[in-house]
T-cell receptor, first 112, second 115 residues
């Protein structure tokens, strides 16, 4: 069964610290993986999209990595800011099914 | 561009009533997606259109749900009759490319509460 699992479910860090969110998936064959940021009360906003041939992509202080062999991805946030408080959703696209499988997200809270 | 526009932002209705959610995609985008988000299940794709034609409606939970896209700039998601378990946030998203492999831009969502 195609699944996407994220960890941790929630995370609290202090402003200025770094953190890493994890995503494991079983979708096969794999086409692409994306990370979304969702602020409370808003729609998700894309941070990165990676195909199976890419193993890292950055967007400002956000860096996503992908290991297609182990079916793992991580999202690293550097020098966190209060505005990073949000849910981060990992989404995986399958190559044959043309469907997206969504993780349930990691809720990040950054405190001053 | 104003982005994807959804209305209403909040809807509270009683069980059994008809509910209509509306979406205006980004101008020039030819793919439109309807999603539902709950705490328990996260984001789920309900249906997606390409060039106003429904391509995949396998996520529509049951016959009480229907979606239309009469033209490139407007889509509706209707629930009739509504039930308390339909309470969720409904998102509309659009994309400039067909299929699920491209960037999708989400609207702000409609929070539906069915009592």
């Amino acid at each position: 069964k195609n699944q996407v699992e994220q960890s941790p479910q929630s995370l609290i860090i202090l402003e200025g610290k770094n953190c890493t969110l994890q995503c494991n998936y079983t979708v096969s064959p794999f086409s692409n993986l994306r990370w979304y940021k969702q602020d409370t009360g808003r729609g998700p906003v894309s941070l990165t999209i990676m195909t199976f041939s890419e193993n890292t992509k950055s967007n400002g202080r956000y860096t996503a990595t992908l290991d297609a062999d182990t079916k793992q991805s991580s999202l690293h946030i550097t020098a966190s800011q209060l505005s990073d408080s949000a849910s981060y959703i990992c989404v995986v696209g399958g190559r044959d099914t043309d469907k997206l499988i969504f993780g349930t997200g990691t809720r990040l809270q950054v405190f001053p | 561009d104003a982005g994807v526009i959804q209305s209403p932002r909040h809807e509270v209705t009683e069980m059994g009533q008809e509910v209509t959610l509306r979406c205006k995609p980004i101008s020039g985008h030819n793919s439109l997606f309807w999603y539902r988000q709950t705490m328990m299940r996260g984001l789920e794709l309900l249906i997606y259109f390409n060039n106003n034609v429904p391509i995949d409606d396998s996520g529509m939970p049951e016959d009480r749900f229907s979606a239309k896209m009469p033209n490139a700039s407007f889509s509706t998601l209707k629930i009739q009759p509504s039930e308390p378990r339909d309470s969720a946030v409904y998102f509309c998203a659009s994309s400039s490319q067909p299929g699920m492999g491209y960037e999708q831009y989400f609207g702000p969502g409609t929070r539906l509460t069915v009592t």
